[in-house]
């Protein structure tokens, strides 16, 4: 078991965010240095990046994850506002919260790593190292979240649910495990207005401008079934660093969860 103080804390933080009250659950640590801080993608929760307390070499870093609104154990009392943008406004909200204010590590996955970017972009100054895990950044990227514009219904459950079993069946590795537990880490009435904003701004956002723009060591990871995405060359051409993650698609937390955590560690050790 990890020190006392290496040991990973849960706490409930209530925010109003837009004049939406919100009660986050988030999961710290205290330490040293930068803090790094994570956010999930859709249909996960924090403790996706529990792990990080197994990581040796970051065993004095500060740490910040918490469950999105509308997602995990956190509540929101408007789950309709729950857009990407709104999650980059609640990102800026928690680090204020937590005394964030100063320079910080960014990790983010999928819709966290859309989020982390946005964020990054609105401080440039402050963010230090982003890692961006098969975050969106071009049309290419919406295979969940044109679902919204493919197979749309009008009742948010029903939706969810053929969400869902689309996903159980994909041939991507690791998306039925996913799949299983959608349903309990996300409100059903969050995700189209989630959705709707990924592709919106994966279309209209110029995206991969904003990351090659950003003065912080980057990194893409992204999983070894999804290596011919086209922008790959451009990202590796302005020398955002490209790892690929073996055996592995868009969840390399449950597909590859050691080589996901190797490349962290080492891009931030070799960043500090």
Same mark, same amino acid.
């Given at each position: 078991m990890?020190?006392?103080?290496q040991?990973?804390?849960?706490?409930?933080?209530?925010?109003?965010?837009?004049?939406?009250?919100?009660?986050?659950?988030?999961?710290?640590?205290?330490?040293?240095?930068?803090?790094?801080?994570?956010l999930?993608?859709?249909?996960?929760?924090?403790?996706?990046?529990a792990?990080?307390?197994h990581?040796?070499?970051?065993?004095?870093?500060?740490?910040?994850a918490?469950?999105?609104?509308?997602?995990?154990?956190?509540?929101?009392?408007?789950?309709?506002?729950?857009?990407?943008?709104f999650?980059?406004?609640v990102?800026?909200?928690?680090?204020?919260?937590f005394?964030?204010n100063?320079?910080?590590?960014?990790?983010?996955?999928?819709m966290?790593?859309?989020?982390?970017?946005?964020?990054?972009?609105?401080?440039?100054e402050?963010?230090? =190292?982003? %890692?961006?895990?098969?975050?969106?950044?071009a049309p290419e990227?919406?295979? /969940?979240?044109?679902q919204? @514009? &493919?197979h *749309?219904?009008?009742?948010?459950?029903?939706?969810?649910?053929?969400?869902?079993?689309?996903?159980w069946?994909s041939?991507?590795?690791?998306?039925?495990?996913?799949?299983?537990?959608?349903?309990?880490?996300v409100?059903?009435?969050?995700? =189209?207005? %989630?959705?709707?904003?990924?592709v919106?701004?994966?279309?209209r956002?110029? /995206?991969?401008?904003?990351? @090659? &723009?950003? *003065?912080a060591?980057?990194?893409l990871?992204?999983?070894?079934?999804?290596?011919?995405?086209?922008?790959?060359?451009?990202?590796?051409?302005?020398?955002?660093?490209l790892?690929?993650?073996?055996?592995?698609?868009?969840f390399?937390?449950?597909?590859?969860?050691?080589a996901?955590?190797?490349?962290?560690?080492?891009?931030?050790?070799a960043?500090r």
């Amino acid at each position: 078991m990890p020190p006392a103080h290496q040991r990973l804390h849960q706490t409930r933080v209530q925010l109003t965010v837009h004049r939406v009250d919100l009660t986050l659950s988030t999961m710290t640590r205290n330490g040293y240095g930068r803090p790094i801080v994570f956010l999930h993608g859709f249909g996960s929760t924090k403790e996706d990046y529990a792990d990080v307390i197994h990581q040796a070499a970051l065993s004095d870093r500060p740490i910040l994850a918490y469950d999105a609104p509308g997602c995990g154990a956190s509540e929101c009392s408007d789950l309709s506002a729950i857009d990407i943008p709104f999650l980059v406004d609640v990102a800026d909200a928690t680090l204020g919260a937590f005394g964030i204010n100063d320079q910080f590590d960014l990790v983010g996955h999928s819709m966290g790593g859309l989020t982390a970017l946005l964020l990054a972009d609105r401080y440039p100054e402050r963010v230090t =190292a982003l %890692i961006d895990i098969e975050g969106n950044l071009a049309p290419e990227d919406c295979f /969940l979240s044109r679902q919204v @514009l &493919a197979h *749309p219904h009008d009742d948010p459950d029903v939706f969810l649910q053929q969400f869902i079993d689309r996903i159980w069946g994909s041939r991507y590795a690791g998306s039925a495990l996913y799949a299983a537990s959608v349903a309990h880490k996300v409100r059903a009435g969050a995700v =189209a207005p %989630i959705f709707t904003s990924m592709v919106q701004l994966s279309y209209r956002g110029d /995206l991969l401008a904003k990351l @090659l &723009a950003l *003065p912080a060591r980057t990194m893409l990871m992204y999983g070894e079934q999804n290596n011919s995405l086209s922008y790959l060359p451009t990202l590796r051409t302005n020398g955002v660093y490209l790892a690929e993650i073996p055996s592995c698609g868009h969840f390399p937390m449950y597909s590859n969860a050691t080589a996901m955590w190797n490349h962290i560690t080492d891009f931030l050790c070799a960043h500090r």
